[in-house]
């Protein structure tokens, strides 16, 4: 069963055993947040299947998969190429690795002795933003990023992409261009319109240039990178090639060096009605940014698909120039609550409203 925060002692002791330190995160009042699966080193992005099983992809070599309502993790799958992203999809688990996607058939019925997974699409390899992140979108397409292999230079087209791909035909198609690197994207429940993050560039200064929260409500467009970063900044080394007013300007600004990595819409019933429809953002923080920023959970609320707001939800993962643990995705679990990832506690959290 899921360890809720409750007990003081039980909070003092993670504290100083240097486990997750519950008591430092702050959250709206009426929220509670607690431990819903714990042991998963390097955490990263997380799918749910159709019996309540949380499958939790890794930055390490291995796979997890959580019972429902949460407890004691169990690995399905090891040995992996990095396996960061991970989708669920009638009845199979879609895995992605830095060069190939993998299926597990009939996955949930075979927990303790999964299957021979299939391959199902090659991708190109390399280290600089090579993770997958892997979603089906509402035309039962898998959708897979292939982000810029460099801080900042003008990649081949196959880069710097979000493509999508016929699982049945196996036909892959680009769907949009100048995304230097997406880790979260969903779609609106209302619109179905693709919404992504993206995480800006490096070393041209601490507060520039911001990450942005994207919307794509079609296919062929171009968000800049590039050659403009937040819709009005020139890169200083390929801004003079194309101006900004040739792009898909962000929806929201978001903090500059955040990572803003994993991000959903709250469509479940347990919040209060101003969480509904809105963007959960993971902000798993910045590297080389002084002060270091994010290492939070953001909400933007929209209205007629216009962002209105960008607020922090929940805090505290960082304490002073340490950081404790480090957010990465976000899911609507059944019951209405809220699952994050931590790829550095090596946790899952769970975040509820109302009565513990």
């Known amino acids: 069963m899921m360890r809720l925060l409750l007990p003081l002692l039980l909070l003092a002791g993670c504290a100083s055993t240097g486990g997750p330190q519950l008591d430092t995160l702050k959250l709206p009042a009426g929220f509670q947040i607690g431990i819903y699966a714990e042991g998963i080193p390097a955490a990263r992005s997380l799918a749910l299947g159709e019996r309540g099983t949380l499958f939790v992809g890794t930055k390490e ?3 997890y998969a959580v019972p429902p309502g949460g407890g004691k993790p169990v690995v399905i799958a090891r040995d992996l190429q ?22 597990f058939d009939g996955i949930e019925a075979r927990l303790a002795n999964p299957p021979v997974p299939q391959v199902i699409a090659e991708l190109p390899r390399y280290k600089h933003h090579g993770l997958r ?4 979108g509402p035309d039962g397409m ?38 230097r690197n997406t880790v979260g994207f969903d779609w609106h429940p209302r619109s179905k319109e693709l919404w992504f993050t993206d995480n800006g560039r490096d070393l041209i200064g601490h507060d520039a240039p911001p990450d942005e929260l994207n919307r794509a409500p079609k296919a062929g467009l171009h968000f800049g990178y590039p050659y403009c970063h937040g819709g009005d900044l020139q890169d200083p080394q390929f801004g003079q090639k194309r101006a900004c007013g040739e792009f898909t300007p962000p929806a929201q600004k978001l903090g500059a060096h955040v990572a803003a990595l994993g991000m959903r819409f709250y469509t479940g019933g347990q919040f209060p009605a101003q969480y509904r429809d809105a963007i959960f953002i993971a902000e798993h923080g910045s590297w080389n940014r002084q002060p270091m920023t994010g290492y939070r959970i953001t909400v933007v609320r929209l209205k007629n698909d216009q962002s209105i707001s960008y607020e922090t939800f929940a805090e505290g ?10 957010p990465v995705d976000v899911i609507v679990a059944p019951d209405g609550a809220l699952l994050v990832s931590d790829d550095k506690a090596g946790v899952v959290y769970r975040i509820s409203y109302g009565s513990k």
Do not use: M
């Open 61 to 63: 070599k291995d796979v």
């Open 82 to 103: 990095e396996p960061h992203g991970v989708a669920f999809r009638d009845g199979a688990l879609y895995v992605g690795e830095r060069s190939r996607i993998i299926r």
């Open 133 to 136: 992140t892997l979603r089906f």
């Open 142 to 179: 898998l959708y897979v990023p292939v982000g810029a292999p460099c801080n900042i230079c003008e990649p081949e087209a196959q880069y710097a992409v979000i493509d999508r791909i016929d699982i049945r035909s196996g036909k892959k198609e680009n769907f949009a261009k100048g995304v």
């Open 317 to 326: 993962w960082l304490k002073g120039k340490e950081a404790w643990g480090r």
